[in-house]
């Protein structure tokens, strides 16, 4: 087909078309899909210009094994920030393997990414708009704490579409769990701490809204208070939050109210730390009667991670 056969036709494309999974030098010439996309735009042959959805499992299916569909995700494996960087970001592939290897992972789902709606079930349109395009400021993108860059989206839509899927196989099997995530940092029109969508808010409200849940209740045990967990619920009366954190070790600066903060010092043993939800939880899950549990494990309340954090684990 001759290329002005194009013109004026619609094209599809995707920004992760940029993303580059292989060494510079590789065989496979990758760019090229990104470079044609540029070629044709600046050639005037371009169209409207149109940007896919991820397709989800039952359509990969149509011309895959479920064996080979089910294996995980692969964005989990994306690195999005220079090896050093302050974030532990393998960590999540690294524990999925843990998982398998110890055969404590039973059956294994891949997620969607979310689409636009249910990010903003959580997010101002604008915040959304802003990072997915990256047009974010670079006031903004230091308050997260991670450059951006395609791979930035990406890895962050797996995460949080990982939480949707979470939740909805919770409520289908009892239980469910994700290897990723816990951004509860994000607030609704901004990120922070390494976390850019709050993925288990975004995850509450899409069960709400799709699977007729009621109450939900977070349980919050990171080292750090789940601020904007906090602050994005509110003024939601369907929503009980409760995070139990360190009360002294500097982060976030400012604290949102949950509708339970408990806080402890640091050097807190396990035996304090676990009277303290031995007493707690119980009259939660009474009193509130949830029918979702979102628990978030947190990643860094194990004393030899932080010099700040608890004496536990």
């Not at 079930?121 to 006031?139: I, K, M, N, Q």
Request: charged letters at 15%; glycine letters at 8%.
């Amino acid at each position: 087909m001759a290329c002005s056969a194009l013109s004026g036709h619609p094209v599809v494309y995707h920004p992760d078309m940029q993303i580059q999974p292989v060494a510079e030098g590789h065989r496979f010439p990758m760019p090229k899909d990104h470079l044609l996309y540029l070629a044709l735009c600046e050639e005037g042959l371009a169209g409207s210009t149109f940007t896919p959805a991820y397709p989800d499992r039952d359509t990969l299916l149509l011309a895959h094994t479920p064996d080979y569909v089910d294996s995980y995700h692969p964005d989990m494996q994306i690195q999005p920030v220079a090896e050093g960087h302050r974030f532990p970001m393998p960590k999540d592939h690294l524990l999925y393997l843990a998982l398998r290897e110890e055969g404590l992972a039973g059956s294994t789902f891949t997620p969607a990414y979310p689409d636009r709606d249910t990010l903003l079930l959580a997010h101002t349109p604008d915040y959304v708009d802003s990072f997915l395009e990256g047009r974010l400021s670079a006031s903004a993108m230091r308050s997260i704490g991670l450059p951006w860059s395609p791979a930035l989206v990406q890895r962050t839509l797996v995460g949080t579409g990982s939480a949707v899927l979470a939740a909805r196989l919770a409520l289908q099997y009892g239980v469910a769990c994700m290897c990723n995530g816990g951004t509860h940092h994000a607030h609704p029109s901004h990120g922070s701490g390494w976390c850019v969508f709050n993925d288990q808010a975004v995850a509450a409200r899409a069960a709400q809204r799709d699977a007729g849940v009621g109450k939900v209740l977070f349980v919050d045990l990171d080292v750090h208070q789940g601020d904007g967990t906090a602050a994005i619920f509110q003024d939601d009366p369907s929503v009980f939050t409760f995070s139990l954190h360190c009360s002294n070790q500097g982060f976030p600066a400012r604290l949102q109210a949950s509708d339970l903060d408990v806080g402890l010092p640091a050097g807190t043993g396990d035996a304090e730390y676990m009277a303290v939800l031995q007493e707690v939880l119980p009259g939660l899950l009474a009193n509130q009667r949830p029918d979702l549990v979102m628990y978030n494990a947190g990643t860094c309340a194990y004393t030899k991670l932080l010099p700040s954090c608890y004496r536990i684990f």
